[in-house]
């Protein structure tokens, strides 16, 4: 049958030697016209969305979710929380915010939320341990070397008893939520989508100063702040390409901020815990101590993350983050 269409095209065409095509007049045969305007190209290629549209999709997914949790919670809840439950109930609703938009992307992407950083199969596992390791190792290195010039003392214990394995659990928990957070918010679906349209540092380098401009409202913050979260950040996103996941750098953030906030008691981006363990107390240049920041406001904070990334890098020198991308569904919004 395929023999019977050919003579019948070449019939309908006339005579052999009088058939002529558009290369034997010396025509270059015109590529078909494309479907999209370039109005169009600009919100879609050929993979469908462009990821800086599905990227302020799921900031604004972000927005309404909070809004929407935040009305919520105040509606529910029986009676008004105070101090720390009133802040473990507002990192909940955060953590949830930044969650539930990733659940809807990742729905109309056709993909596993798993592939946004937070693989279940990995939940506390041995990138997360190690990760509480080298948080609490960083943060007490620090902390020891502000010591060392003689701008930092410990003091005597603020807590006696059990209250201090009930804060320290409590804080530990409080600080594992903002770390869940504040990775799957800046290093999850928005990493991962980034990457794709401009690569995975200059992502790293956005987001990591948007992570920065976050703390901006946090009291007694300054330059050297913002500039040391954003070196932070810039650190959790090498962790990221180097273990694959987003767990270890779920530790370190949260034994970290656990560290700078109960273990020796200092300002963290500004704001001190109540039930902290030590009565901790700073004197001297504030270049050293960080001032009202803590010691992520200290130049020497900058000094510990450049030998933490690069005793990071002797350990995990493989890049193993990226290339579900190529092989899922980018977006199927045209």
């Not at 309404?64 to 473990?88: C, M």
């Not at 240049?285 to 933490?308: C, K, N, Q, Y």
């Amino acid at each position: 049958m395929d023999e019977g269409k050919e003579g019948s095209t070449t019939a309908n065409a006339g005579p052999a030697g009088q058939q002529l095509d558009q290369s034997d007049l010396g025509l270059a045969t015109a590529p078909p016209p494309s479907l999209h305007t370039p109005a169009h190209n600009i919100f879609v290629d050929d993979h469908g969305l462009r990821a800086g549209w599905r990227f302020l999709l799921y900031v604004g997914l972000w927005r309404v979710f909070l809004v929407l949790i935040t009305a919520v919670v105040r509606y529910v809840q029986p009676y008004e929380a105070h101090g720390i439950w009133q802040e473990l109930i507002a990192e909940l609703e955060f953590l949830a915010s930044a969650v539930l938009p990733t659940l809807v992307m990742a729905a109309i992407e056709q993909r596993s939320f798993d592939d946004y950083g937070l693989p279940r199969k990995y939940v506390f596992g041995k990138s997360f341990w190690v990760g509480i390791v080298w948080g609490i190792v960083a943060i007490s290195v620090l902390v020891l070397v502000i010591g060392g010039v003689g701008d930092f003392s410990l003091g005597g214990l603020a807590l006696h008893g059990t209250r201090i394995f009930k804060f320290a659990l409590f804080w530990g928990g409080l600080f594992l939520v903002v770390g869940l957070f504040e990775e799957s918010l800046l290093r999850g679906y928005p990493q991962f989508t980034l990457t794709q349209g401009m690569g995975f540092w200059p992502a790293a380098i956005l987001l990591s100063s948007l992570f920065a401009a976050l703390h901006l409202g946090n009291p007694g913050e300054t330059w050297v702040g913002l500039l040391a979260v954003a070196a932070i950040g810039l650190f959790l996103c090498l962790t990221l390409r180097r273990t694959g996941t987003l767990w270890f750098a779920v530790g370190f953030h949260a034994s970290w901020d656990w560290g700078e906030s109960f273990l020796y008691s200092v300002p963290d981006s500004g704001g001190m815990v109540t039930g902290h363990l030590m009565r901790s107390s700073f004197h001297g240049s504030r270049w050293i101590t960080g001032g009202s920041v803590g010691p992520e406001g200290s130049v020497l904070v900058f000094v510990v993350i450049a030998m933490t990334w690069v005793a990071f890098d002797r350990v995990y020198p493989e890049v193993k983050y990226g290339g579900k991308w190529r092989t899922g569904v980018t977006a199927r919004l045209h």
